[in-house]
């Protein structure tokens, strides 16, 4: 999903609610998932790791200590000297979450380099960013996902860059078909696999009421689009109630794999 701009901007202040569960899974030795999430500077981030080992789980905790400390300390140092270059005729929020998304992919490709326990490392990552000017910015490289409920409405703001999501996007093979393809998990793009990555943005106004739900395919390959919407719907009330639900589900159908649910609420600022 390339670069989008804003829908528009309404002159009101947001304010965020969070809630987050990772979880082993049924089969795997270690968490590769990790997840960050901080309502009061308005960034949130869930990653994927891969690779033998446990060295997807370095990669993955790499991934989101590099962002969050970009996005918490780094970004305000030199407000007008980024490490990478602005996207052309982008807004600095946009800039901003790629800049930090690329510094966390340098630090773990440059750690796969020089590390041979965690050679061949990597992870996917999903970034979400609010600013007031701008909007809601989610960034993401891999097929960790980002959703949007908005009333009655669920939709995916992210597109997989997997195996499995091209023959998707190619029509090739429905979205089931392309899950049971053989090399489907294969990841296309990911943290770590190169000095530089490109990085996906998409910019969405937030509205009252908004839930958006971040995760890891440990979730999504076991429950389909429909099931997780339905869920968030009928338990809107409670955040930690949604996400504990979600992981819970994941487990009961198998977890066989890591597992992350991650979900933001909006509402006034009063």
């Known amino acids: 999903m390339s670069s989008n701009s804003l829908e528009s901007i309404d002159q009101v202040s947001y304010a965020f609610s969070s809630a987050a569960q990772s979880d082993i899974g049924c089969v795997r030795a270690t968490n590769e998932d990790a997840v960050f999430m901080n309502d009061a500077e308005k960034f949130w981030i869930v990653a994927d790791g891969m690779g033998g080992h446990a060295s997807g789980q370095v990669a993955a905790n790499l991934a989101v200590e590099s962002v969050a400390d970009y996005m918490s300390r780094w970004r305000y140092h030199e407000p007008d000297v980024l490490p990478f270059d602005r996207i052309p005729g982008a807004t600095l929020t946009e800039s901003t979450v790629s800049n930090a998304v690329r510094v966390a992919n340098v630090r773990v490709y440059n750690r796969s380099q020089s590390d041979p326990t965690c050679d061949g490392m990597g992870t996917t990552i999903v970034l979400m960013h609010y600013d007031p000017n701008d909007g809601l910015a989610v960034a993401h490289v891999g097929d960790s996902r980002c959703y949007r409920l908005r009333g009655d409405v669920f939709e995916r703001l992210t597109d997989d860059h997997s195996l499995a999501g091209e023959l998707t996007r190619s029509n090739l093979l ?28 998409a910019v969405v106004e937030p509205k009252e009421g908004d839930q958006y739900l971040m995760c890891s395919d440990g979730l999504t390959d076991l429950l389909h689009d429909f099931e997780i919407g339905q869920m968030l719907k009928d338990r809107s009330h409670d955040l930690d109630l949604v996400v504990k639900d979600l992981v819970d589900e994941a487990n009961a159908r198998g977890g066989n794999d890591n597992i992350t649910a991650a979900i933001v609420k909006v509402a006034i600022d009063i």
Do not use: F, P, Y
């Open 174 to 201: 429905t979205e089931q078909e392309a899950k049971l393809h053989a090399g489907s998990n294969v990841i296309l793009r990911a943290l770590g696999m190169d000095d530089d990555v490109q990085v996906d943005i």
